[in-house]
């Protein structure tokens, strides 16, 4: 039997009133971080799934590649990733998915807005 989700308010959402601005609220005894990045909403559990790391206090940050040679590198601010504070793993806020190594996720969960107010949908 398949749980209906719940929406959790996040209080003091006017705080994110830029890009970059972050709020960790305690849901259900789960540290949960909305960020907002590129004027959007992205909830991701503030646990690292390396060595359980507070992952969303964390720079966030776009992406650097190399080209096929390595010598040419591009930072790519279309992606968006936290990087976790503890040991340098970097995570992509849009999904959860460690950027090195995808079989490393850690939760992410929908953000909706509505009268003004975000609600948490888990
Ligand atoms: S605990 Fe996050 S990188 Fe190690």
Redesign the pocket.
Known sequence: MSRSPTEHRVPNADRLDEDGARITVDVDGQEITVFRYDGEYYAVLNF??????P?CEGRLTGRMTTDEDGWEWTYDDEEKHVV??????KFDITDGTNVSDSRYVVPTYDVEKRDGELYIVR
Request: glycine share 16%.
């Open positions: 690292c799934v390396h060595q359980a790391g992952l976790c504070p503890w040991h340098g793993w």
